[in-house]
């Protein structure tokens, strides 16, 4: 029979037994649900918990904006959290436009600086991953964004992730609420530089459903205002913000106003709706005239074509060259931005019936529509998408200052290519003027893409702490 001792021994031992076990049990719940345990080794010193999660420093700079933001990341959640950001945007109001080596000057002079700031407001915070915008953009103002990062990722030893700025506009739209899209998912993306329809199958499958044959959607506007006599920074919002001014009497009376020729109407403006034309379309079925779906007549691509809008308000200005008064100023600015966002539905429209005369399912399963990009801030496109598409299924509208380039959609992207890709950038990465979304990795092994070891991944997302 055990003494006393030994069995008190016994007891202590299984307990103790229990106890690892069950404080293992524990920590691995804890792990799956982002959160972590620390006990105190002294005596006296209180049990403590805390979410497991990462930072991540974004910066982006692939035109006049220069952006920083610091994200906070649970490995257990898609969506991060939005410690703070910040943007600074490079004054080209009195330039007539952007000219590449001011951007590339305020960059320089402005993004340590901003950073030196903003990291001092945020304690110093050494980020777990850095994510830079690599591509598309001007080479010069991506560059000085691109050098500090990797500087950045050396002194502090953390992974770089060269992001796709394009991806940025439209993984941005996760932070939707409550409900975030899932692939597969369609994208408008509109702004200065770019105007694509996409259809997105996963982070890295991405095909091009509509694409620009001239200049972008934000471009066009930007500078058909700057012909009617606005001044700023960012003439499509102003043009906006004019419009709405206008009585909605008016309004209805320009909309009514016919301008396919100049004889038409009083003002005598000819602007029509481009790639209308016989060529560029034909009925599916010519015996059905009630229900004419178009399709194109050999099978190219579906574009955009936005240069003819500026076209036809330079043109009216040759013949008019008075000063403009102030009612017709308000019929042009109307009718710029109505009939360039009848353009954008009637494409994708264009674009959904040909598909769907084909029957080849490209859109099976698509239930999420994202509209994102600078343009995308604008009310009234927001408005006519919603209403005139013929599209049925959920639309996301990223909130308005996210429209906008910004770091918190790069640090997003990155975030999402370090996780759902496992990869990160090699430190000589170049950036890329022109890099199409469908191109996001090259198969040969060029694009300057690295798999994240296990051991690596575990160190950034503390998914082993």
Same mark, same amino acid.
């Given at each position: ?59 982006? =700079? ?11 990341? +649970? ?48 304690? @110093? ?50 932070? +939707? ?9 369609? =994208? ?13 199958? =996963? ?61 038409? @109407?009083? $003002? ?27 399709? +194109?007549?050999? %099978? ?40 360039? $966002? ?20 490209? $859109? ?6 994202? $509209? ?5 801030? %604008? ?6 998408? +919603? ?37 990160? =950038? ?40």
């Amino acid at each position: 029979m055990p003494s006393s001792k030994q069995s008190d021994h016994c007891i202590c031992s299984s307990s103790y037994v229990f106890l690892v076990g069950f404080s293992r049990m524990f920590r691995s719940t804890l792990r799956r649900r982002g959160l972590s345990i620390t006990f105190g080794r002294r005596r006296g010193l209180p049990i403590t918990f805390g979410r497991r999660t990462y930072k991540v420093l974004a910066i982006e =700079s692939s035109c006049d904006d220069s952006c920083i933001a610091l994200l906070e990341k +649970s490995p257990s959640s898609r969506i991060p959290e939005i410690v703070d950001h910040v943007k600074t945007t490079l004054n080209s109001s009195q330039t007539g436009g952007i000219i590449p080596t001011d951007a590339h000057s305020h960059h320089q002079a402005s993004l340590s600086t901003t950073l030196q700031d903003f990291l001092a407001r945020n304690q @110093n915070t050494k980020p777990d991953l850095i994510c830079c915008t690599r591509g598309p953009g001007m080479v010069g103002s991506l560059s000085a964004g691109l050098q500090l990062a990797k500087g950045l990722a050396i002194a502090w030893s953390v992974p770089l992730i060269g992001v796709h700025h394009m991806l940025g506009h439209i993984l941005v739209s996760i932070l +939707s609420k409550p409900n975030p899209p899932k692939y597969p998912f369609l =994208s408008l993306l509109c702004s200065g530089g770019h105007s694509i329809l996409v259809l997105s199958k =996963s982070i890295n499958d991405h095909r091009i459903i509509i694409n620009t044959m001239d200049i972008a959607a934000g471009d066009s506007l930007d500078k058909c205002a700057r012909e009617l006599g606005f001044k700023g920074n960012m003439l499509g919002k102003e043009l906006e913000v004019y419009i709405n001014t206008i009585p909605n009497t008016d309004k209805k009376i320009f909309q009514a106003t016919n301008t396919s020729d100049r004889s038409l @109407n009083d $003002f005598g403006l000819k602007m029509t709706l481009p790639l209308k034309k016989a060529k560029h379309r034909q009925h599916r079925d010519q015996k059905d005239k009630e229900n004419p779906i178009f399709i +194109s007549s050999n %099978n190219e691509p579906i574009k955009f074509a936005f240069s003819g809008f500026l076209s036809s308000v330079r043109g009216y200005r040759e013949h008019n060259a008075d000063e403009l008064d102030e009612y017709t100023k308000q019929f042009l600015a109307y009718k710029i931005q109505e009939m360039l $966002f009848d353009h954008i539905l009637d494409r994708i429209n264009f674009a959904l019936d040909r598909h769907s005369a084909a029957g080849d399912d490209l $859109f099976k399963g698509v239930n999420d529509f994202i $509209f994102s990009g600078g343009v995308a801030a %604008n009310k009234r496109l927001r408005t006519k998408l +919603s209403e005139d598409l013929k599209y049925k299924g959920n639309f996301h509208f990223p909130s308005l200052e996210l429209c906008t380039d910004n770091a918190i959609m790069i640090g997003i992207a990155g975030i999402e290519m370090f996780e759902e890709l496992r990869l990160r =950038s090699d430190l000589s990465i170049l950036p890329i003027r022109k890099w199409p979304l469908d191109e996001l990795r090259q198969m040969d092994g060029s694009d300057g893409w690295i798999n994240v070891k296990e051991e690596e991944y575990e160190r950034v997302s503390k998914s082993n702490h």
